[in-house]
């Protein structure tokens, strides 16, 4: 099983930029999808961002045009370019499967990223 660990998280003014980085241990083409979730205190994780195998992205309308997810097949990392930082992108970030069903249910430690206005 593929195990996905997250880094690149910090604290960042208004406006900034951070690249979260997510590190597979085995080959992340084993995997149809990866995407990348947060989870802001009180409420619920949701996806924001994920990439197929094939490279086709999709994003959450609250990120669209600020945020890019991209993948190094030779790397095996996913990553998630973040511009335009807002105070509410605020959030423990995580990297996981995406479009599976049941949903994933093993979750890492994540990465937390805090945006000051």
């Known amino acids: 099983q593929v195990q996905l660990v997250e880094s690149g998280g910090g604290l960042v003014q208004a406006g900034g930029s951070l690249r979260l980085s997510c590190a597979a241990s085995g080959s992340i083409f084993s995997l149809n999808a990866i995407g990348w979730y947060r989870q802001a205190p009180g409420k619920q994780r949701e996806l924001v961002a994920a990439i197929t195998k094939g490279g086709t992205t999709r994003y959450a309308d609250s990120v669209k045009g600020r945020f890019t997810i991209s993948r190094d097949n030779a790397k095996n990392t996913v990553y998630l370019q973040m511009n335009s930082l807002k105070p509410e992108d605020t959030a423990v970030y995580y990297c996981?499967?995406?479009?599976?069903?049941?949903?994933?249910?093993?979750w890492g430690q994540g990465t937390q990223v805090t945006v000051s206005s």
């Open positions: 996981n499967q995406a479009y599976t069903w049941p949903p994933p249910q093993v």
